[in-house]
C-alpha cells in the first residue's frame, strides 16, 4: 500500500495539485468516479459488463483508489490501519456462521 500511496502522492505533487485537493472535492470525485464504474454494468448482467468493459472497469476502479488515497493523505489517514480495524468490526457484527 505504501508504494501505491508514494506514487500517487509524487504524481500530484509533481503537477502542483495539491492546492486543488481539499476534502470536499476529493470525496465529490469518489462519487463521481464510482458512478462511471456503475456504468459499465448499467442495463447489462454481470457477466456481459466483464467481458464488454472489463479494462474500463479496472480503470475506474484505479481512480476511485487514487483518489481515496489522495483524501487519506489529505486527512493524515493511514488507510491500511483503518480498513484493518473496519475489517475486525465487521468480524464481531458479521460471525461466521457455523453449522
Do not use: C
Request: hydrophobic share 35%; proline share 2%; glycine share 2%.
Amino acid at each position: 500500500m505504501d508504494n501505491i500511496r508514494k506514487t500517487i502522492i509524487n504524481f500530484r505533487d509533481e503537477r502542483n495539485w495539491k492546492p486543488y485537493h481539499n476534502e470536499k472535492d476529493l470525496a465529490i470525485s469518489i462519487s463521481l468516479e464510482a458512478n462511471e464504474l456503475l456504468e459499465n454494468f448499467q442495463w447489462k448482467t454481470s457477466d456481459e459488463a466483464v467481458r464488454d468493459s472489463e479494462q474500463n472497469i479496472k480503470e475506474e476502479m484505479a481512480d476511485i483508489l487514487i483518489y481515496l488515497v489522495q483524501l487519506a493523505d489529505k486527512m493524515d489517514i493511514d488507510l491500511e490501519e483503518e480498513v484493518l480495524k473496519k475489517m475486525k468490526k465487521n468480524a464481531l457484527k458479521y460471525p461466521v456462521q457455523k453449522g
